[in-house]
């Protein structure tokens, strides 16, 4: 796990000072603490921050092949990197290193842009060939690691591993998107076609980018998807084999690390699925950790500890306190952007404590998304089984109900039936659109000025869901909700908050069930091999019950949960109530500071839970001052418990 930066001039071969992109490198050291490096030829400029996990001694990079002809940097991992080596070597390829690095070079030599799809694993690359005048940029299939980059006035494309890696660039202009701010809102996090900083991109999951000299910069190419179109009608039986076997090849592959290596144990399925293969597979006891709660309805340290017992691993257990919002500054410096999942908080500090024995952990990541595990893919499937049994015109008049409805956030849940009523009255696009959001549609139109609407243009944080859907390569609704989740939430908010959190502390995280190949198997998948009943990731469940007891894989899932609605009545209530007057928001122009202080009064009286409203906004306040320098510093935030 590495980070990487550079400059390249499309039209003319511009002298690149080797100091600029050594500065770009500084500013994402983190990435790569064990070493780091900056190459430059005509037009040209690549650099290197280097965490040394394969071939210590050497693997530097910027690499070169022995000509000097080509040119790579690399942030990731190419697990299969050895079978594709020994398939050069016998096309006539030299290595000169052990390095996957060297992988790379020698694959695009032989086969070009098609070389990606030979690897697998995560990565983000670029390669330079002197030859061709030409710079070639891809990412992994799913987006585990990211890639930021922009169109500069003097002729030059910039990227960077992480945004920071940019800003330090002085021809990159400094102005909000106030369309990415509302699918901030409206998602939690900038999804990967936005960003917060106008004119830059982000290269999508599963595409790359050639750039040729004297050509303008061309839209990225995608070169791999997962389709939901085709259905393995083998038995039950079958299909669990073949489940396990995928896993366990995922597992082993991503067990290869030349310095010490473990992984996150929540004493969920999947983690305790992971753990388990790892210990099948290694001769000594795994490492893993945990982070608990001092509040007993958010901690799942118990049921860790039975998955540590059962397998025998080294396991540390660290217990912070519900109110550990003490990393909010920190937090905000390492996404750049702005990022509302509260679970950040508990995902950096569990990767600090692996920090401290390993310098490699694998997580459970991508098993939801992958083998349908959330709650909202059961009520999507259970709502759209009820929407297709009723009339259309009967549907309209539910859906009107349901908007008129009293938003009850106190009540039991049988009366809470806004979101379901209005969701039968919606397409199943636009319901599962809402249900996975975070601040819909409604209430974001609350929070805007006049200019804010107008800025907008019509945009909606939605839609891109709502495309996502209807264009899906799909059978049925659910289908099509996991293939959206995979394009969007998944690198949007998953792979955003594990990359971020884990290379903020060096540490490099591996998701073995984000295997492309048993990404594509659980795509075929029937349904019923997905959720029956109640239950989700039923295959999955079942094809573990031979390493797991019942009371791991069959319990509610929790997840890591962070209990923000409280902290905004209590430690956080003053630093809410600012964020409506004189605030970073204000000083945009796009921003109600009224309406924002409204919805803080109304969560501290408790007649509403605006919570999670509250912690987007103080985070985007944040990341405008940090990024643009709106709105004067809030004080800052003391230790808590």
């Known amino acids: 796990m590495c980070g990487i930066a550079g400059i390249f001039h499309l039209q003319v071969a511009k002298p690149v000072e080797p100091a600029r992109v050594q500065a770009m490198t500084d500013a994402i050291a983190h990435r790569g603490p064990d070493g780091a490096g900056v190459w430059t030829g005509p037009g040209v400029g690549l650099g290197h921050r280097r965490l040394a996990i394969i071939d210590l001694g050497t693997g530097d990079q910027p690499m070169l092949t022995a000509d000097g002809e080509l040119v790579t940097i690399f942030n ?59 710079l070639f940029l891809a990412r992994d299939r799913l987006g585990v690691k990211p890639l930021y980059y922009a169109e500069l006035s003097d002729g030059s494309v910039i990227f960077a591993s992480e945004l920071k890696g940019l800003l330090v660039h002085p021809l990159l202009r400094r102005a909000p998107d106030f369309s990415a701010i509302d699918d901030y809102l409206g998602l939690g996090y900038v999804p990967d076609d936005a960003c917060i900083v106008a004119g830059v991109k982000k290269l999508p999951a599963g595409h790359h980018l050639l750039l040729r000299r004297g050509l303008p910069l061309p839209a990225p190419i995608g070169w791999w998807d997962v389709s939901f179109a085709d259905r393995d009608r083998r038995s039950a039986a079958a299909l669990e084999e073949e489940l396990v076997s995928r896993m366990r ?27 388990a293969l790892m210990a099948e597979a290694s001769r000594n006891p795994v490492e893993t950790c945990s982070i608990g709660f001092d509040a007993s309805d958010h901690d799942e340290t118990q049921y ?9 691993t080294n396991h540390r257990t660290r217990r912070v306190a519900a109110g550990d919002f003490a990393l909010l500054e920190t937090l905000g410096a ?60 009967l549907r309209a008049r539910i859906g009107a109900l349901g908007d008129q409805w009293p938003k009850l956030d106190w009540a039991p849940r049988p009366l809470r039936a806004k979101t379901t009523l209005q969701a039968l009255g919606r397409s199943p696009e636009e319901a599962y659109a809402a249900s996975v959001g975070v601040t819909g549609e409604h209430l974001r139109a609350q929070l805007y000025t006049a200019a804010g609407h107008q800025a907008l243009q019509g945009h ?43 290379m903020a502390v060096g540490l490099e995280a591996r998701e073995p069930l ?52 409280a902290w905004f009545r209590g430690p956080l209530a003053a630093r ?37 409203l509250l912690w987007q906004l103080m985070m985007l306040d944040q990341s405008l001052e940090r990024l643009f320098g709106y709105g004067r510093s809030a004080a800052p935030l003391a230790a808590h418990g």
């Open 460 to 502: 909606r944080a939605e839609d891109r869901y709502v495309k996502a859907m209807r264009d899906a390569p799909a059978r049925d609704a659910l289908d099509r909700a996991q293939y959206a989740d995979l394009k969007i939430w998944l690198p949007g908010d998953i792979l955003t908050k594990v990359d971020r959190t884990s």
């Open 304 to 312: 860790a500890k039975i998955v540590a017992d059962r397998f025998h």
């Open 249 to 275: 090849d995922a597992v082993r592959s991503r067990m290869v690390a030349d310095v010490p290596l473990g992984a996150f144990l929540s004493g969920g399925v999947d983690s305790s699925a992971v753990v």
């Open 576 to 612: 809410a109530a600012g964020i409506a007057h004189g605030s970073a928001l204000a000083a945009t122009g796009w921003f109600s500071g009224p309406a924002i202080a409204r919805f803080a009064a109304d969560h501290q009286a408790g007649s509403a839970d605006h919570g999670r």
């Open 76 to 134: 990731g991992e190419i697990y299969n990197f050895k079978e594709v080596r020994a398939e050069l070597e016998a096309l006539g390829h030299v290595f000169r290193t052990a390095s996957d690095t060297e992988v790379i070079l020698h694959g695009w030599r032989q086969w070009g842009p098609d070389c990606v799809q030979r690897f697998h694993g995560m990565f983000v690359f670029a390669l330079y060939d002197v030859g061709r005048g030409c």
């Open 514 to 565: 984000l295997d492309h190949r048993l990404i594509e198997f659980a795509g075929r998948l029937p349904h019923s091999m997905r959720i029956r009943g109640k239950t989700g990731k039923w295959l999955m469940k079942k094809a573990m019950e031979r390493y797991l007891p019942r009371e791991i894989l069959y319990r509610r899932k929790m997840g890591f949960v962070t209990p923000i609605g």
């Open 334 to 393: 390492a996404f750049d952007e702005p990022f509302a999942d509260a679970s950040a908080l508990p995902t950096y500090r569990v990767c600090e404590l692996a920090r401290e024995s390993v310098t490699v952990a694998l997580s459970g990541d991508g098993a939801d998304e992958a083998f349908a595990g959330y709650r909202r893919h059961l009520f999507h499937v259970g709502e759209d089984r009820v929407r297709g049994l009723l009339p259309a015109a």
